[in-house]
Structures are given as structure tokens and as C-alpha cells.
């Protein structure tokens, strides 16, 4: 069952600004992780900051468990509904780990039986050693900042998470790290979780991909990362992918898999 649904999307920035999304549709399911991928400047930030609802659609919809988010108000979703990890972490500097977390927490209005026992355990998850939970965010390393920034998005337990590039600035090891939390928040906690990532080991280890080229007009859907059965999925082929990132894949694309079987 899909959980969210992005119906017929149009988006430019501005007035008479050039249309990043020109009316297309797909949707995402629960328990699965996606990669978006796509070359810089095509759209992926943008596409997340649309499905945060941090950006609205010029045309369209974007719908979570069969409502527009845009109906009605779009920062209790953000608090709520919806965890971001952004691609520069945002975080306060002069707060500690913890109470970045809490501080997500409290704005959630969700409630918990002990606030801070609950931020520091999940912090300790991401993988934070004790002496690093309670010093100023500056003080960590990147890729704690990382484990950080994911915590505070899954602080509030939303049904999606939506993360830009979270393992752009990492070390082989700790991507890895960090690709695993992620899997498990879809497989084991059954949330929908959408990537944003250059890299082509995330791009090869989640469920399914989506190129954003292919995301201009008509219905997209995401390709399964092993390759469908109809044989329509992911290519591998460097020159296939080269020419897919040309100004026409998304045209192409779209009409390549509407293809009837040969
Ligand atoms: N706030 C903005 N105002 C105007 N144009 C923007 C803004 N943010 C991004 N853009 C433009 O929109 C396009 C898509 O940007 P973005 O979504 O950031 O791409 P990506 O994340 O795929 O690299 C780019 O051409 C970018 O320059
Ligand atoms: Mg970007």
C-alpha cells in the first residue's frame, strides 16, 4: 500500500521560472527504502523539499495516507508525519547532541516517559559513544553529526523519513553504517525512507530507485535495484546511463518503459 502519492506535480521556481517538474506522478510504499539519484542541478533537493512541504507544488499534489499535505497545516506534518535529515545537518550548534534531539521531541508534542533517557538511547543506536552525546555539536566529527541529524528526524517515530545525500561527506565504513540504520528503519520499523545520494554504493544497496530525469511527465515508478522481471528496470550500462542523464532521458525514459514487450 502506498503511503505516499504524488499526483500530477508541477514545479518552477517563481514566476515564468523554468519548470523543474512538469506534471508527473509516482508513488512510495511503506517498509522500502529509495534512492533518488540524478545529476546535480536536476531537481532532488527541490523534490524533497517538496515532500517535506517545506516548498509548495505550482501545480498537483502530494499526498500522504490519501491526504494533501498541503490541505492543512504543513508544520504540524513537518513535526510529525515527516523526518528530515538534511544535507548539511542543520542542527543547533550550541546545544548538545541530546538536546537537539529533545528539542524535535518537544515540538512533536508526542509523549514519552522520560524524554531524555529516550534521546540518549536512541543516540547511543546511531551509534554515539556516551562521552559524545552531551558535547556541543561542533565538537563532532561529521559523520556524528550524521548519527545526530538522523536521530532527531526519527525522534518523533514518522512514517517518512526523508534524507539529502546523508553520506556525502562520509568514510566508506561509516556510509555503510549509516545505509544499515536505514534499512532497518525500513525493514524492521516499516517506515518509508527516501534517499537522496550520489553514491552509487547507497544507490545499489536500498530497494528501488528513482532517476529524477525521469521524473518530468506522466507515471514513474520506482525501479526495483535487482532488476524487474520485465526486464524495464535499473541499467548498469555506463553509456545507457550517460546518455539517460542528457536533456531528453526524461522523455526518453518514459516512453522507453511504455514500451509494449517486444
Ligand atoms: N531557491 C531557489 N530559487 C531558485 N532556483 C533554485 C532554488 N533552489 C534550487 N534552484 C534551482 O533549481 C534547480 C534544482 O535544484 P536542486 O533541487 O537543488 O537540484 P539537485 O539537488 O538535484 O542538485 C537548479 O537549477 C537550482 O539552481
Ligand atoms: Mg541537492
Sequence with gaps: MSILKIE???????QGGRNIFQGFSTSFEAGTVYAVVGKSG??????????????KP??????????????????RYR?????????????????????NVMLSMDISEKEYSNKTQYAVDLLKKMGLEDYDIFRPILQLSGGQ???????????YDPAIILADEPTGNLDSRTEQDILNIFQNLAHRDGKCVIIVTHSAEVASAVDKTITIESLKYGTVEAEDVTGGADGGGQTDDPDLMESMAGIDAGVWDFQYKKQPEA
Design 8 to 14: 500530477d506535480l508541477t514545479f518552477s521556481y517563481g
Design 42 to 55: 536536476a531537481g532532488k533537493t527541490t523534490l524533497l523539499s517538496l515532500l517535506a512541504a517545506l516548498t
Design 58 to 75: 505550482t501545480g498537483g499534489k502530494i499526498l500522504v495516507n490519501d491526504k494533501n499535505i498541503f490541505d492543512s497545516d504543513t508544520y
Design 79 to 99: 513535526c510529525s508525519d515527516v523526518g528530515i535529515v538534511f544535507q548539511n545537518y542543520n542542527l543547533l550548534p550550541k546545544l548538545n547532541a541530546v538536546e
Design 145 to 155: 553529526q550524521q548519527r545526530v541529524a538522523i536521530a532527531r528526524a526519527i525522534s
